[in-house]
């Protein structure tokens, strides 16, 4: 599975972004997808994950804010972010998960950054 995520881009404190990332494939059969970040100097963390199900889970630094969700017939899942803080600038990757195989799968980031 070939991930693109993109919708990047710099933005105030307050703002709102919206990052999709396409898959190449049906995303109907992927167990888990979802984002992560890295911000310079740190470890990537999760910050979102939708199951096959519907179910998400959220990095208690995003909740509330922050709102994963997916499209399968255009086999894209989205992360909408609002209430930007500085905190939030990092590179996001999109993953997906599929445990039968046992295989992860990265896109390639996009950088969002809030200025403050």
């Known amino acids: 599975v070939q991930l693109q995520a993109s919708g990047g881009g710099l933005v105030q404190a307050g703002g709102s972004l919206r990052l999709p990332c396409a898959a190449s494939?049906?995303?109907?059969?992927?167990?888990?997808m979802g984002w992560y970040r890295q911000a310079p100097g740190k470890q990537r963390e999760l910050v979102a994950q939708?199951?096959?199900?519907?179910?998400?889970n959220y990095a208690d630094s995003v909740k509330d804010r922050f709102t994963v969700s997916r499209d399968t017939a255009k086999n894209t899942i989205y992360l909408q972010m609002n209430s930007l803080k500085p905190e939030d600038t990092a590179v996001y990757y999109c993953?997906?998960?599929?445990?039968?195989?046992?295989?992860?799968?990265w896109g390639q980031g996009t950088q969002v950054t809030v200025s403050s």
């Open positions: 993953n997906a998960w599929v445990v039968s195989a046992n295989l992860n799968y």
């Open positions: 494939r049906s995303i109907v059969s992927i167990n888990v």
């Open positions: 939708i199951s096959a199900g519907g179910t998400t």
